[in-house]
């Protein structure tokens, strides 16, 4: 018999996979972390919300229960707390600069 060869070609390799686009993991990893970043963002507000108001509460109960105190020391530290508490709760710069009826 005689031989014969095939005319057969080198193995070819495929081609190195890209970066782009990204599997879908990547994709809701991605979003998971900006989720998780806004999430954390809108804890930490609401948290030292709360902690503002309840120290705002607890200082209020101090100044009306302080029998020391005459009514005008009273109003001024009545009006110091409110003034603490809008610029904790509120952008300093909002507040900040209010006076009088503001």
Known sequence: ?????????????????????????????AVLIVLLIVFLYWLYKRLTRKTAIKTAK???????????LDNNQKLRDLSMLVRRVAISVSPRAEVASLTGRQ
């Open 1 to 29: 018999m005689p031989t014969t060869q095939l005319p057969l070609k080198d193995i070819h390799l495929p081609e190195a996979i890209g970066w782009w686009p990204p599997a879908i993991g990547w994709w809701l990893l």
């Open 58 to 68: 607890k200082n209020l109960s101090i100044i009306k229960e302080n029998p020391a």
